[in-house]
């Protein structure tokens, strides 16, 4: 059986000296490796685990539910947010009513860019909108999580520097490995028709795509929610409102 990582979170409700050296010490005579560990988010503590036993995992659990002073909250195979967290020490928030919208603020770019750069590393057709005001840091982030995950990035329309809607691109632009950059009102509002058609034949290309203004994007075009694998929002801050009324018209200008 090949090794499988597990990710495992318990709450310390009392902090005792030795705590982590006793579970540390379970874990090794269970022969269950510790890949990384961290403080999660206020009193918790995080593990990447590894075996090639699951029987280990489920015994591991019932063991450390007799342990004083922790309670273990999750015990599961790992997730990306669950690296993200162990990797970063705080969760990564998510909409409590739909769960594929993601929220970062400006001060968790570094979060934020992780993220993005172990979406883009998997292979195979994906689509994540991008949602927030102008300047906050959205198309920075993208090409920054291009560079983690070692892709090259295509823009097919932007307004970074001055406004861009191509209207065809390289073969080198259109390989299928590569992240490609739409910003939606652009593409939508101020195209033409060659520019809309090279958008129907990048969104059928099995590669991933970034979609900034989804909301735009989707009522200007055939596209729908079900298009997307994922939503992140950017803001400034916790409580700023993502609006388009400001920015809609012609003198849209959303550069870093």
Partial sequence: MEPKQWYMEYRIHKNRPGLLGDIASLLGMLGVNILTINGVEDRARGMLLQTDDDEKIDLLGQMLRKVDNITVSKLRPTRLTDRLAVRHGRYIERDSDDRKTFRFTRDELGLLVDFLGEIFKREG?????????????????????????????????????RQTVRSQLSDEELNPNNVFIIDGIVSTIRSNEKHY????????????????????????????????????????????????????NLGYNDDF
Wanted: proline share 4%; net charge negative; hydrophobic share 40%.
């Fill in 197 to 248: 058609k090279l958008l129907r034949d990048i969104m059928a290309m099995p590669s991933t795509k970034v979609i900034e203004h989804p909301d735009i994007f989707m009522r200007e075009s055939e596209f729908d929610y079900e298009l997307f694998d994922c939503i992140v929002e950017l803001r400034n801050s916790p409580d700023e409102e993502i609006t388009y009324e400001n920015f809609t």
């Fill in 125 to 161: 057709n994906q689509v994540i909108g991008l949602r927030g005001m102008p300047r906050v840091g959205k198309t920075e982030s993208v090409i920054a999580g291009s560079v983690c995950a070692g892709k090259r990035w295509t823009f097919v329309s932007s307004t970074l520097l």
